[in-house]
């Protein structure tokens, strides 16, 4: 069976950082495109950042380019989200996802593998 379990996330301060952590388990492929992405309640769930099955090159939201980093720990079926210099405005639900197509400039995610979320909440 498969499963994405999120694990981070929290209350903090702008300016702050934070790290977001997923583990994709379950599945036949031996590795995966992962990607985040972002809900506000009432607003439409969007792409943050995703890294290569291939050759782990990350792709990002202009929006965080600069601020949030995305890497593997030492498996190819995690990716892990640093956020640093937290804004109010990254406040959301950040969800993980796993065995999406990467092109260059766009990650599609796969509609069946999503993680719960965790919440991400930055105070001014």
């Known amino acids: 069976q498969v499963q994405l379990v999120e694990s981070g996330g929290g209350l903090v301060q702008t300016g702050a950082s934070l790290r977001l952590s997923c583990v994709f388990s379950?599945?036949?492929?031996?590795?995966?495109?992962m990607g985040w992405f972002r809900q506000d309640p009432g607003k439409e769930r969007e792409f943050v950042a995703a890294?290569?099955?291939?050759?782990?090159?990350?792709l990002y939201a202009h929006s965080v380019e600069g601020r949030f980093t995305i890497f593997r720990d030492n498996d190819k079926n995690t990716a892990s989200l640093q956020l640093n210099d937290l804004r109010p405005e990254d406040t959301a639900t950040y969800y993980c996802?796993?065995?999406?197509?990467?092109?260059?400039?766009?990650?599609?995610?796969?509609?069946?593998?999503w993680g719960q979320g965790t919440q991400v909440t930055v105070s001014s």
């Open positions: 379950g599945g036949t492929d031996s590795d995966r495109n």
């Open positions: 890294i290569s099955r291939f050759d782990d090159t990350p």
């Open positions: 996802n796993g065995g999406g197509t990467l092109f260059d400039d766009r990650y599609l995610p796969n509609r069946n593998f």
